[in-house]
Protein backbone atom coordinates (compact mmCIF):
# COMPACT_ATOMS: atom_id res chain seq x y z
CA UNK A 1 0.00 0.00 0.00
CA UNK A 2 1.07 3.21 -0.81
CA UNK A 3 2.35 5.98 1.98
CA UNK A 4 -0.32 8.28 0.73
CA UNK A 5 -3.31 5.42 1.16
CA UNK A 6 -2.03 5.06 4.76
CA UNK A 7 -1.63 8.73 5.23
CA UNK A 8 -5.59 8.86 4.19
CA UNK A 9 -6.49 6.28 6.71
CA UNK A 10 -4.86 7.72 9.21
CA UNK A 11 -6.54 10.88 8.64
CA UNK A 12 -10.02 9.28 8.46
CA UNK A 13 -9.12 7.61 11.52
CA UNK A 14 -8.61 10.40 13.16
CA UNK A 15 -11.57 12.49 12.11
CA UNK A 16 -13.42 9.69 13.16
CA UNK A 17 -12.04 9.75 16.79
CA UNK A 18 -12.31 13.84 16.74
CA UNK A 19 -15.90 13.29 15.42
CA UNK A 20 -16.88 10.92 18.62
CA UNK A 21 -14.78 12.98 21.11
CA UNK A 22 -17.14 15.78 19.74
CA UNK A 23 -19.75 13.31 20.15
CA UNK A 24 -19.46 12.35 23.40
CA UNK A 25 -18.25 15.32 25.20
CA UNK A 26 -21.47 17.38 23.60
CA UNK A 27 -23.35 14.46 24.90
CA UNK A 28 -22.01 14.77 28.51
CA UNK A 29 -22.40 18.68 28.13
CA UNK A 30 -26.40 17.60 27.43
CA UNK A 31 -26.43 15.27 30.00
CA UNK A 32 -24.59 18.07 32.38
CA UNK A 33 -27.74 20.51 31.60
CA UNK A 34 -30.55 18.04 31.64
CA UNK A 35 -29.32 16.35 35.23
CA UNK A 36 -28.49 20.14 36.23
CA UNK A 37 -32.05 20.81 35.58
CA UNK A 38 -34.11 17.81 36.88
CA UNK A 39 -31.62 18.48 40.38
CA UNK A 40 -32.20 21.85 40.51
CA UNK A 41 -36.04 21.65 40.13
CA UNK A 42 -36.70 18.05 42.05
CA UNK A 43 -37.87 18.99 45.77
CA UNK A 44 -36.91 15.82 47.45
CA UNK A 45 -33.07 15.11 48.04
CA UNK A 46 -31.59 18.72 49.43
CA UNK A 47 -27.51 17.52 48.87
CA UNK A 48 -28.90 17.49 44.79
CA UNK A 49 -31.19 20.93 45.07
CA UNK A 50 -28.01 22.51 46.65
CA UNK A 51 -25.61 20.87 44.42
CA UNK A 52 -26.96 19.78 41.17
CA UNK A 53 -25.37 17.14 38.84
CA UNK A 54 -22.18 17.12 41.70
CA UNK A 55 -24.63 16.20 44.70
CA UNK A 56 -25.34 12.96 42.93
CA UNK A 57 -22.16 11.56 43.54
CA UNK A 58 -23.11 11.57 47.03
CA UNK A 59 -25.44 9.21 46.59
CA UNK A 60 -23.05 7.19 44.35
CA UNK A 61 -19.98 7.09 46.83
CA UNK A 62 -22.50 6.31 49.79
CA UNK A 63 -23.43 3.22 47.71
CA UNK A 64 -20.14 2.00 46.76
CA UNK A 65 -19.19 2.67 50.26
CA UNK A 66 -21.28 -0.58 51.24
CA UNK A 67 -18.46 -2.57 48.68
CA UNK A 68 -15.48 -0.50 49.66
CA UNK A 69 -15.97 -0.90 53.53
CA UNK A 70 -15.71 -4.50 53.04
CA UNK A 71 -12.05 -4.15 51.72
CA UNK A 72 -10.70 -1.00 53.14
CA UNK A 73 -12.34 0.98 55.82
CA UNK A 74 -14.34 1.24 58.79
CA UNK A 75 -17.36 -0.96 59.37
CA UNK A 76 -20.81 0.71 59.90
CA UNK A 77 -20.36 1.19 63.30
CA UNK A 78 -17.37 3.57 63.82
CA UNK A 79 -18.75 6.82 63.04
CA UNK A 80 -19.56 8.93 65.09
CA UNK A 81 -21.53 10.88 67.40
CA UNK A 82 -24.24 8.85 64.98
CA UNK A 83 -22.57 6.01 63.26
CA UNK A 84 -23.65 4.70 59.51
CA UNK A 85 -25.90 1.94 60.50
CA UNK A 86 -27.54 4.45 63.34
CA UNK A 87 -27.84 7.17 60.57
CA UNK A 88 -29.32 4.88 57.84
CA UNK A 89 -31.76 3.40 60.05
CA UNK A 90 -32.88 6.82 59.91
CA UNK A 91 -32.79 7.93 56.86
CA UNK A 92 -34.55 4.58 56.09
CA UNK A 93 -37.26 5.30 58.19
CA UNK A 94 -37.86 9.27 57.43
CA UNK A 95 -37.84 8.27 53.58
CA UNK A 96 -40.46 5.10 54.55
CA UNK A 97 -37.90 2.61 52.55
CA UNK A 98 -37.58 -1.08 53.22
CA UNK A 99 -36.22 -0.88 56.91
CA UNK A 100 -34.92 -4.50 56.71
CA UNK A 101 -31.83 -5.82 56.59
CA UNK A 102 -30.52 -8.41 55.35
CA UNK A 103 -27.78 -11.30 56.40
CA UNK A 104 -27.47 -10.57 59.96
CA UNK A 105 -26.31 -8.20 62.49
CA UNK A 106 -23.35 -5.79 62.61
CA UNK A 107 -23.96 -4.99 66.27
CA UNK A 108 -21.33 -6.69 68.16
CA UNK A 109 -24.06 -8.15 71.04
CA UNK A 110 -20.90 -8.48 74.14
CA UNK A 111 -19.97 -5.02 74.61
CA UNK A 112 -19.72 -4.42 78.60
CA UNK A 113 -22.86 -2.21 79.36
CA UNK A 114 -24.73 -2.23 76.53
CA UNK A 115 -28.45 -3.41 76.58
CA UNK A 116 -30.44 -6.47 74.96
CA UNK A 117 -34.00 -7.02 75.34
CA UNK A 118 -35.71 -9.62 76.52
CA UNK A 119 -37.91 -11.46 74.65
CA UNK A 120 -41.46 -13.09 75.84
CA UNK A 121 -42.01 -16.96 74.48
CA UNK A 122 -46.01 -15.48 74.30
CA UNK A 123 -45.49 -12.13 72.22
CA UNK A 124 -48.58 -10.34 71.90
CA UNK A 125 -50.68 -11.01 68.96
CA UNK A 126 -51.62 -7.57 66.64
CA UNK A 127 -54.54 -7.70 66.89
CA UNK A 128 -54.52 -7.99 70.90
CA UNK A 129 -52.33 -5.18 71.47
CA UNK A 130 -53.60 -2.15 73.03
CA UNK A 131 -52.95 1.49 71.63
CA UNK A 132 -50.09 3.41 73.52
CA UNK A 133 -50.71 4.55 76.91
CA UNK A 134 -52.16 8.15 77.27
CA UNK A 135 -49.94 10.63 80.26
CA UNK A 136 -51.36 13.08 81.75
CA UNK A 137 -48.81 16.42 82.48
CA UNK A 138 -49.46 18.21 85.39
CA UNK A 139 -53.07 16.46 86.29
CA UNK A 140 -54.65 18.06 89.41
CA UNK A 141 -52.40 20.57 89.62
CA UNK A 142 -52.43 22.77 87.28
CA UNK A 143 -55.81 24.57 84.77
CA UNK A 144 -54.68 23.02 81.91
CA UNK A 145 -52.59 19.74 82.55
CA UNK A 146 -51.43 18.13 79.15
CA UNK A 147 -52.84 14.60 77.36
CA UNK A 148 -49.76 13.25 75.36
CA UNK A 149 -48.86 9.80 74.11
CA UNK A 150 -46.30 10.41 71.63
CA UNK A 151 -43.23 8.38 73.09
CA UNK A 152 -40.45 10.47 70.55
CA UNK A 153 -41.03 13.98 70.51
CA UNK A 154 -39.14 17.00 69.04
CA UNK A 155 -36.09 17.90 71.15
CA UNK A 156 -35.21 21.92 71.93
CA UNK A 157 -33.90 23.48 69.04
CA UNK A 158 -33.84 27.51 69.09
CA UNK A 159 -35.13 29.47 65.65
CA UNK A 160 -31.82 30.86 65.06
CA UNK A 161 -29.82 27.63 65.93
CA UNK A 162 -31.68 25.75 63.12
CA UNK A 163 -33.44 28.05 59.98
CA UNK A 164 -37.15 28.91 59.06
CA UNK A 165 -37.89 26.00 56.73
CA UNK A 166 -36.67 23.87 59.39
CA UNK A 167 -38.36 24.68 61.99
CA UNK A 168 -41.63 24.48 59.15
CA UNK A 169 -40.75 21.41 58.56
CA UNK A 170 -40.51 20.02 61.94
CA UNK A 171 -43.40 21.39 63.07
CA UNK A 172 -45.94 20.68 60.08
CA UNK A 173 -44.24 17.17 60.83
CA UNK A 174 -44.72 17.21 64.60
CA UNK A 175 -48.63 18.20 63.39
CA UNK A 176 -48.65 15.07 60.74
CA UNK A 177 -47.76 12.58 63.37
CA UNK A 178 -48.94 14.04 66.64
CA UNK A 179 -45.77 14.80 68.49
CA UNK A 180 -44.57 18.12 70.22
CA UNK A 181 -41.67 20.09 69.37
CA UNK A 182 -39.71 22.19 71.75
CA UNK A 183 -38.94 25.53 70.94
CA UNK A 184 -35.73 25.56 72.04
CA UNK A 185 -34.59 29.06 74.12
CA UNK A 186 -34.54 31.53 71.36
CA UNK A 187 -38.69 32.11 71.71
CA UNK A 188 -41.26 31.48 69.75
CA UNK A 189 -41.78 31.92 66.25
CA UNK A 190 -44.48 32.30 63.60
CA UNK A 191 -42.71 29.44 61.74
CA UNK A 192 -43.39 27.39 64.99
CA UNK A 193 -47.45 28.39 65.13
CA UNK A 194 -48.10 28.45 61.19
CA UNK A 195 -48.48 24.45 60.68
CA UNK A 196 -50.27 24.01 64.44
CA UNK A 197 -48.28 21.12 66.30
CA UNK A 198 -48.14 20.86 69.61
CA UNK A 199 -45.80 22.62 71.13
CA UNK A 200 -43.28 22.91 74.42
CA UNK A 201 -42.14 26.73 75.19
CA UNK A 202 -38.06 26.60 76.70
CA UNK A 203 -37.62 29.27 79.12
CA UNK A 204 -33.99 29.71 78.51
CA UNK A 205 -31.38 32.14 81.11
CA UNK A 206 -31.86 34.73 78.29
CA UNK A 207 -35.50 34.67 79.00
CA UNK A 208 -35.82 35.54 75.41
CA UNK A 209 -39.41 35.66 73.86
CA UNK A 210 -40.67 36.64 77.67
CA UNK A 211 -37.50 38.50 78.51
CA UNK A 212 -38.50 42.00 80.11
CA UNK A 213 -35.76 45.44 79.79
CA UNK A 214 -33.23 44.17 82.97
CA UNK A 215 -33.03 40.61 81.50
CA UNK A 216 -36.08 39.00 83.95
CA UNK A 217 -38.95 37.11 83.22
CA UNK A 218 -41.48 39.07 82.23
CA UNK A 219 -44.99 38.43 83.06
CA UNK A 220 -47.41 39.61 80.49
CA UNK A 221 -45.08 38.19 77.32
CA UNK A 222 -45.42 34.94 79.50
CA UNK A 223 -49.06 35.45 79.59
CA UNK A 224 -49.32 36.17 75.70
CA UNK A 225 -47.08 33.22 74.82
CA UNK A 226 -49.76 30.96 77.32
CA UNK A 227 -52.60 32.32 74.94
CA UNK A 228 -51.69 30.25 72.31
CA UNK A 229 -53.66 27.24 72.40
CA UNK A 230 -50.99 25.67 70.82
CA UNK A 231 -48.41 26.09 73.60
CA UNK A 232 -49.10 22.81 76.02
CA UNK A 233 -46.27 23.03 78.36
CA UNK A 234 -43.22 25.56 79.61
CA UNK A 235 -39.86 24.37 80.54
CA UNK A 236 -37.21 25.98 82.02
CA UNK A 237 -33.45 24.95 81.19
CA UNK A 238 -31.71 25.28 83.87
CA UNK A 239 -28.73 22.67 81.59
CA UNK A 240 -28.11 21.62 78.73
CA UNK A 241 -26.12 18.47 78.15
CA UNK A 242 -23.57 19.32 75.45
CA UNK A 243 -22.75 22.31 77.58
CA UNK A 244 -23.80 22.33 81.35
CA UNK A 245 -22.65 25.42 82.77
CA UNK A 246 -22.42 27.28 79.57
CA UNK A 247 -25.52 29.78 77.82
CA UNK A 248 -26.57 29.73 73.79
CA UNK A 249 -24.32 30.34 71.37
CA UNK A 250 -25.67 31.99 68.53
CA UNK A 251 -23.01 33.11 66.07
CA UNK A 252 -23.32 36.79 64.65
CA UNK A 253 -23.93 35.22 61.56
CA UNK A 254 -27.35 33.64 62.08
CA UNK A 255 -28.29 36.61 63.61
CA UNK A 256 -30.94 37.81 61.06
CA UNK A 257 -33.13 40.45 61.39
CA UNK A 258 -36.03 38.47 62.38
CA UNK A 259 -34.41 36.23 64.36
CA UNK A 260 -33.24 39.62 66.39
CA UNK A 261 -36.33 40.69 66.81
CA UNK A 262 -37.68 37.92 68.26
CA UNK A 263 -35.03 37.53 70.39
CA UNK A 264 -34.85 41.41 71.05
CA UNK A 265 -31.08 42.37 70.18
CA UNK A 266 -29.14 43.42 68.09
CA UNK A 267 -28.73 41.83 64.23
CA UNK A 268 -25.68 40.58 63.15
CA UNK A 269 -23.95 40.67 66.73
CA UNK A 270 -23.37 37.22 68.19
CA UNK A 271 -26.38 36.24 71.00
CA UNK A 272 -24.98 34.70 74.08
CA UNK A 273 -26.88 33.93 77.05
CA UNK A 274 -25.85 33.68 80.36
CA UNK A 275 -24.56 30.69 81.86
CA UNK A 276 -27.16 30.37 84.21
CA UNK A 277 -30.48 32.21 85.08
CA UNK A 278 -29.74 34.93 87.23
CA UNK A 279 -32.28 34.77 90.00
CA UNK A 280 -31.31 31.21 90.70
CA UNK A 281 -29.49 30.61 93.81
CA UNK A 282 -31.06 27.93 95.27
CA UNK A 283 -33.54 24.85 94.69
CA UNK A 284 -36.31 27.56 96.41
CA UNK A 285 -35.44 30.30 93.66
CA UNK A 286 -35.91 27.23 90.90
CA UNK A 287 -39.01 26.70 92.64
CA UNK A 288 -40.51 29.75 92.44
CA UNK A 289 -40.00 30.51 89.16
CA UNK A 290 -41.79 27.17 88.78
CA UNK A 291 -44.62 28.49 90.79
CA UNK A 292 -44.56 31.57 88.70
CA UNK A 293 -44.42 30.31 85.62
CA UNK A 294 -47.31 27.84 86.18
CA UNK A 295 -49.72 30.35 88.15
CA UNK A 296 -49.28 32.89 85.63
CA UNK A 297 -49.61 30.25 82.49
CA UNK A 298 -52.21 27.63 83.98
CA UNK A 299 -49.89 25.30 81.89
CA UNK A 300 -47.47 22.17 82.93
CA UNK A 301 -43.65 23.75 83.65
CA UNK A 302 -41.12 21.53 84.36
CA UNK A 303 -37.04 21.85 84.16
CA UNK A 304 -34.54 20.67 82.07
CA UNK A 305 -31.22 19.96 82.78
CA UNK A 306 -28.17 16.99 82.69
CA UNK A 307 -27.43 15.78 85.76
CA UNK A 308 -23.91 16.21 87.55
CA UNK A 309 -23.55 16.62 91.26
CA UNK A 310 -26.37 14.77 92.86
CA UNK A 311 -27.02 16.58 95.88
CA UNK A 312 -29.05 19.04 94.28
CA UNK A 313 -31.63 16.30 93.35
CA UNK A 314 -32.04 15.75 96.88
CA UNK A 315 -32.39 19.30 97.95
CA UNK A 316 -34.87 19.83 95.10
CA UNK A 317 -37.16 16.88 96.28
CA UNK A 318 -36.95 17.33 100.11
CA UNK A 319 -37.55 21.14 99.54
CA UNK A 320 -40.70 20.15 97.07
CA UNK A 321 -41.75 17.96 100.18
CA UNK A 322 -41.41 20.70 102.97
CA UNK A 323 -44.02 23.06 100.34
CA UNK A 324 -46.12 20.51 99.56
CA UNK A 325 -46.48 17.71 96.71
CA UNK A 326 -48.48 20.27 94.38
CA UNK A 327 -45.47 22.87 94.55
CA UNK A 328 -43.08 20.38 92.49
CA UNK A 329 -41.96 20.52 88.57
CA UNK A 330 -44.84 18.57 86.04
CA UNK A 331 -41.90 17.49 84.77
CA UNK A 332 -38.21 16.58 84.65
CA UNK A 333 -35.97 16.44 81.10
CA UNK A 334 -33.38 14.65 81.74
CA UNK A 335 -30.85 15.51 78.99
CA UNK A 336 -27.27 13.33 78.04
CA UNK A 337 -24.16 14.53 78.73
CA UNK A 338 -23.20 13.27 74.83
CA UNK A 339 -26.18 15.80 73.72
CA UNK A 340 -26.25 17.68 70.78
CA UNK A 341 -26.36 21.54 69.99
CA UNK A 342 -25.57 24.61 67.38
CA UNK A 343 -22.49 25.85 68.92
CA UNK A 344 -20.48 24.84 72.54
CA UNK A 345 -17.08 24.88 73.68
CA UNK A 346 -15.41 21.30 73.31
CA UNK A 347 -14.19 21.17 77.37
CA UNK A 348 -17.64 21.26 78.16
CA UNK A 349 -19.24 19.09 75.52
CA UNK A 350 -16.58 16.40 75.84
CA UNK A 351 -16.33 16.46 79.96
CA UNK A 352 -18.97 17.79 81.48
CA UNK A 353 -22.40 16.36 83.31
CA UNK A 354 -23.47 12.40 83.13
CA UNK A 355 -24.76 10.32 80.09
CA UNK A 356 -28.36 9.27 80.31
CA UNK A 357 -27.50 5.76 80.69
CA UNK A 358 -26.21 6.52 84.00
CA UNK A 359 -28.81 9.69 84.98
CA UNK A 360 -32.14 8.37 83.92
CA UNK A 361 -31.89 5.20 86.23
CA UNK A 362 -30.48 7.52 88.85
CA UNK A 363 -33.79 10.31 88.58
CA UNK A 364 -35.92 8.10 87.86
CA UNK A 365 -34.92 5.91 91.89
CA UNK A 366 -34.84 9.34 93.16
CA UNK A 367 -38.24 10.01 92.68
CA UNK A 368 -39.50 6.34 93.75
CA UNK A 369 -37.31 6.87 96.94
CA UNK A 370 -39.27 10.33 97.28
CA UNK A 371 -43.06 9.37 96.51
CA UNK A 372 -42.58 11.68 93.51
CA UNK A 373 -42.54 9.56 90.53
CA UNK A 374 -46.32 9.64 89.84
CA UNK A 375 -46.19 13.55 90.32
CA UNK A 376 -43.33 14.51 88.12
CA UNK A 377 -43.10 12.82 84.82
CA UNK A 378 -39.88 12.23 83.22
CA UNK A 379 -38.24 13.30 79.43
CA UNK A 380 -35.28 11.69 78.63
CA UNK A 381 -32.94 12.94 75.72
CA UNK A 382 -29.48 12.15 74.55
CA UNK A 383 -29.10 9.93 71.14
CA UNK A 384 -32.48 8.24 71.78
CA UNK A 385 -33.06 8.06 67.86
CA UNK A 386 -34.03 4.82 66.88
CA UNK A 387 -36.65 2.57 68.83
CA UNK A 388 -34.31 0.31 71.18
CA UNK A 389 -32.84 3.53 72.50
CA UNK A 390 -36.58 4.73 73.00
CA UNK A 391 -37.63 1.41 74.76
CA UNK A 392 -34.48 1.02 77.12
CA UNK A 393 -35.30 4.91 78.41
CA UNK A 394 -39.17 3.41 78.57
CA UNK A 395 -37.98 0.28 80.30
CA UNK A 396 -35.92 2.25 82.89
CA UNK A 397 -39.06 4.35 83.46
CA UNK A 398 -39.47 7.43 81.02
CA UNK A 399 -42.44 8.50 79.93
CA UNK A 400 -41.79 10.36 77.15
CA UNK A 401 -38.11 10.51 74.95
CA UNK A 402 -37.11 13.78 73.09
CA UNK A 403 -34.81 14.51 70.19
CA UNK A 404 -33.04 16.69 68.51
CA UNK A 405 -30.15 15.17 66.09
CA UNK A 406 -32.80 12.17 64.93
CA UNK A 407 -35.26 14.83 63.85
CA UNK A 408 -32.47 16.68 62.49
CA UNK A 409 -31.40 13.36 60.24
CA UNK A 410 -34.54 12.90 59.04
CA UNK A 411 -34.50 16.28 57.45
CA UNK A 412 -31.73 15.35 55.26
CA UNK A 413 -28.76 16.21 57.79
CA UNK A 414 -25.37 14.51 56.37
CA UNK A 415 -23.45 14.84 60.23
CA UNK A 416 -21.67 17.85 58.38
CA UNK A 417 -20.28 19.00 61.72
CA UNK A 418 -21.13 22.83 60.75
CA UNK A 419 -23.90 23.71 62.74
CA UNK A 420 -21.94 27.04 63.91
CA UNK A 421 -21.17 28.15 60.97
CA UNK A 422 -24.16 29.05 58.99
CA UNK A 423 -22.62 26.93 56.06
CA UNK A 424 -24.64 23.71 56.79
CA UNK A 425 -24.87 22.13 53.38
CA UNK A 426 -28.56 20.68 53.83
CA UNK A 427 -30.30 24.17 54.94
CA UNK A 428 -31.07 22.60 58.72
CA UNK A 429 -28.99 25.01 60.42
CA UNK A 430 -27.95 27.85 58.26
CA UNK A 431 -29.65 30.97 57.22
CA UNK A 432 -28.00 31.63 54.36
CA UNK A 433 -30.68 31.49 51.42
CA UNK A 434 -29.52 29.55 48.70
CA UNK A 435 -28.66 26.94 50.84
CA UNK A 436 -31.98 26.87 52.47
CA UNK A 437 -33.30 26.12 49.21
CA UNK A 438 -32.58 22.37 49.32
CA UNK A 439 -34.62 22.37 52.13
CA UNK A 440 -38.58 22.13 50.80
CA UNK A 441 -40.36 22.01 54.38
CA UNK A 442 -43.51 20.90 52.92
CA UNK A 443 -41.49 17.28 51.90
CA UNK A 444 -39.29 17.09 54.49
CA UNK A 445 -42.24 17.28 56.74
CA UNK A 446 -43.16 14.15 55.35
CA UNK A 447 -40.03 12.95 56.80
CA UNK A 448 -40.27 14.16 60.12
CA UNK A 449 -43.26 12.14 60.53
CA UNK A 450 -42.10 9.02 58.41
CA UNK A 451 -39.52 9.26 60.96
CA UNK A 452 -41.39 9.61 64.19
CA UNK A 453 -44.26 7.19 63.50
CA UNK A 454 -41.46 4.40 62.25
CA UNK A 455 -39.38 5.02 65.88
CA UNK A 456 -43.16 4.68 67.14
CA UNK A 457 -43.70 1.35 65.29
CA UNK A 458 -40.67 0.04 66.11
CA UNK A 459 -40.89 0.64 69.90
CA UNK A 460 -44.44 -0.75 70.02
CA UNK A 461 -42.76 -3.84 68.28
CA UNK A 462 -40.14 -3.97 71.00
CA UNK A 463 -42.90 -4.44 73.51
CA UNK A 464 -45.04 -6.81 71.69
CA UNK A 465 -42.01 -8.80 71.39
CA UNK A 466 -41.61 -8.44 75.34
CA UNK A 467 -44.67 -10.03 76.11
CA UNK A 468 -46.29 -6.44 77.13
CA UNK A 469 -49.31 -4.98 75.35
CA UNK A 470 -48.51 -1.40 74.59
CA UNK A 471 -44.97 0.29 75.22
CA UNK A 472 -45.82 2.20 78.10
CA UNK A 473 -45.90 -1.20 79.83
CA UNK A 474 -42.33 -1.84 79.60
CA UNK A 475 -40.15 -2.39 82.25
CA UNK A 476 -36.90 -3.11 83.55
CA UNK A 477 -37.22 -6.90 83.75
CA UNK A 478 -37.49 -6.69 79.90
CA UNK A 479 -33.79 -5.83 79.37
CA UNK A 480 -30.63 -7.38 80.34
CA UNK A 481 -27.81 -5.31 80.73
CA UNK A 482 -23.97 -6.57 79.66
CA UNK A 483 -21.60 -7.06 82.54
CA UNK A 484 -18.84 -8.79 80.07
CA UNK A 485 -18.45 -10.94 77.43
CA UNK A 486 -21.38 -13.88 77.36
CA UNK A 487 -22.59 -12.54 80.90
CA UNK A 488 -25.10 -10.57 81.78
CA UNK A 489 -27.94 -9.32 84.32
CA UNK A 490 -31.54 -8.54 84.00
CA UNK A 491 -31.52 -4.67 84.67
CA UNK A 492 -34.24 -5.25 87.40
CA UNK A 493 -31.70 -7.43 89.82
CA UNK A 494 -29.05 -4.78 88.88
CA UNK A 495 -30.98 -1.78 89.28
CA UNK A 496 -34.61 -2.36 91.21
CA UNK A 497 -37.08 0.38 91.76
CA UNK A 498 -36.35 1.17 94.96
CA UNK A 499 -38.62 1.33 97.41
CA UNK A 500 -40.45 4.68 98.71
CA UNK A 501 -38.81 6.25 101.71
CA UNK A 502 -41.55 6.01 103.99
CA UNK A 503 -41.56 9.71 105.74
CA UNK A 504 -42.48 10.96 101.91
CA UNK A 505 -44.78 8.61 101.52
CA UNK A 506 -46.65 9.65 104.23
CA UNK A 507 -47.08 13.64 103.34
CA UNK A 508 -47.64 12.56 99.91
C1 LIG B 1 -28.86 22.45 66.61
C2 LIG B 1 -29.24 22.20 68.03
C3 LIG B 1 -29.79 23.24 68.78
C4 LIG B 1 -30.15 23.01 70.11
N1 LIG B 1 -30.74 24.04 70.83
C5 LIG B 1 -31.14 23.81 72.10
C6 LIG B 1 -31.82 24.80 72.85
O1 LIG B 1 -32.10 25.90 72.37
N2 LIG B 1 -32.20 24.50 74.12
C7 LIG B 1 -31.96 23.27 74.69
O2 LIG B 1 -32.33 23.02 75.82
N3 LIG B 1 -31.32 22.30 73.99
C8 LIG B 1 -30.92 22.53 72.72
N4 LIG B 1 -30.31 21.53 72.01
C9 LIG B 1 -30.13 20.21 72.67
C10 LIG B 1 -31.26 19.25 72.33
O3 LIG B 1 -32.51 19.78 72.67
C11 LIG B 1 -31.12 17.89 73.04
O4 LIG B 1 -31.25 18.09 74.42
C12 LIG B 1 -29.81 17.20 72.79
O5 LIG B 1 -29.33 17.42 71.49
C13 LIG B 1 -29.93 15.70 73.00
O6 LIG B 1 -30.77 15.10 72.07
P1 LIG B 1 -30.23 14.38 70.72
O7 LIG B 1 -29.06 13.56 71.14
O8 LIG B 1 -31.38 13.59 70.25
O9 LIG B 1 -29.83 15.46 69.78
C14 LIG B 1 -29.93 21.74 70.69
C15 LIG B 1 -29.37 20.71 69.93
C16 LIG B 1 -29.03 20.93 68.62
C17 LIG B 1 -28.45 19.79 67.82
Known amino acids: MEISTLHNIALNILEWITLLLVLGVATLLVMVIYFYIVDSRQQTHTIRRNYPVIGRFRYLFEHLGEFFRQYFFA ?30 ST ?11 LNSAFPVLEDEALPVKTIIVGEHHCPQPYHANSVLNISAMSYGAISAPAVQALSRGARMAGIWMNTGEGGLSPHHLQEG ?31 HAQVRMFEIKLSQGAKPGKGGILPGAKVTEEIAHIRNIPAGMDSLSPNAHPEFKNVCDI ?46 TIDSADGGTGAAPQALMDFMGLPIRESLPLVVDLLHEYGLRERIKVIASGKLIS ?7 LCVGADFCASARGFMLALGCIQALQCNKNTCPTGITTH ?11 EKAKRVSAYAK ?30 RKDSSRIMRELDPIPATRSEYIQRY
Open 75 to 104: MDREELPFNRAERSWVYRAAKEVDSTIAFG
Open 432 to 442: NKELQKGLVSS
Open 107 to 117: RPMDQEGDINF
Open 387 to 393: PDKVAWA
Open 287 to 332: LDMVERVRMVTGKPTGLKFVVGQTDFLHTLFQEIHRRGVPSAPDFL
Open 197 to 227: CDIVFQIGTAKYGVRDNNGGLDDAKLLAIAA
Open 454 to 483: HVAAGVNMIAHSCGVLEPRSLGREHVTIIL
